[in-house]
């Protein structure tokens, strides 16, 4: 009974942080966008160049009732999506064929050093020229940017499970590949959720980047067209709605580690 008690206390104590942090989450960003409008009214900031969320607002709602927006947000997230789908994925692979080959991993060991240093942006007018001015110049460049942080964090993770689970495995007569479908990769698990998370934000960098030098449609696009029209509000708009995109992305990423952490105890 006192057992009960103490875990009911246990999830009351959970449920009333997580109200607080909720609280707290909807205060600052409240405050933020309240401060950014008088600041703006009252020309602290130049209304011109940082515009308001009052008109931001005004146009997000014009936009989105005549529809001139879908397309660019469909295109944007159609290849935010793609690239860290198989950005993830291939990273994922690549880490796996270095940790079943340690030559392989030494070979490959400085480049991907050299890689991981290197500006991806700057690949991207190579991307251009090599792929065309396409969705799939864009794609690479949400993919390049991710692929190399989830081979680099996943090898890692695999490399600092205990070895003594493979110990163990191989004293039964397990062959290399059972060792790391039971023990290596399953371990490895939590490395490669927060790998996700990373992920998120770098697909929509590599994405917009791509998006602002060849795009004629998309959220990057928007951007730059703004600029160059010098429509603040618009530049400002497409930010926000950035913002959101990556915020939902990123809470679907954690029903997944909840799921796969669920799952895996299971």
């Known amino acids: 009974m006192n057992d009960h008690h103490l875990f009911e206390n246990y999830k009351r104590g959970l449920k009333r942080e997580k109200k607080?942090?909720?609280f707290w989450q909807l205060t600052i960003l409240i405050a933020f966008f309240s401060l950014w409008e008088i600041a703006s009214r009252l020309y602290w900031i130049d209304p011109l160049l940082f515009s308001s969320p009052s008109k931001v607002f005004d146009l997000l709602v014009t936009r989105f009732a005549n529809g001139s927006i879908f397309n660019h947000l469909q295109v944007t997230l159609f290849e935010t999506i793609i690239g860290f789908i198989i950005g993830t994925i291939g990273g994922i692979l690549i880490a796996t064929s270095l940790w079943s080959s340690a030559r392989f991993a030494n070979i490959m060991g400085p480049y991907l050093v050299v890689l991981n240093a290197m500006p991806k942006v700057a690949l991207g007018p190579i991307l251009i020229v090599a792929l065309g001015p396409g969705y799939l110049s864009i794609i690479a460049m949400g993919f390049i940017i991710s692929v190399i942080v989830t081979t680099l964090?996943?090898?890692s993770a695999f490399n600092e499970v205990d070895p003594n689970y493979e110990k163990v495995l191989r004293s039964f007569g397990a062959s290399r590949w059972q060792c790391f479908k039971e023990a290596?990769?399953?371990a490895a698990?939590?490395?490669?959720?927060s790998t996700l998370k990373v992920n998120v934000g770098l697909s929509?960098?590599?994405?917009?980047?791509?998006?602002?030098l060849v795009s004629k449609q998309g959220l990057g696009y928007l951007i730059i067209y703004g600029f160059q029209v010098f429509d603040f509000t618009l530049v400002m708009s497409s930010l926000v709605i950035i913002a959101v995109l990556a915020a939902i992305m990123y809470k679907l990423v954690e029903k997944l580690?909840?799921?796969?952490?669920?799952?895996?105890?299971?």
């Open 20 to 22: 607080i942090v909720l």
């Open 153 to 155: 964090v996943v090898y």
């Open 184 to 186: 290596i990769f399953p």
């Open 189 to 193: 698990m939590p490395a490669m959720i």
């Open 204 to 212: 929509w960098v590599g994405v917009i980047v791509g998006e602002y």
């Open 257 to 266: 580690e909840r799921w796969l952490i669920r799952n895996r105890n299971t």
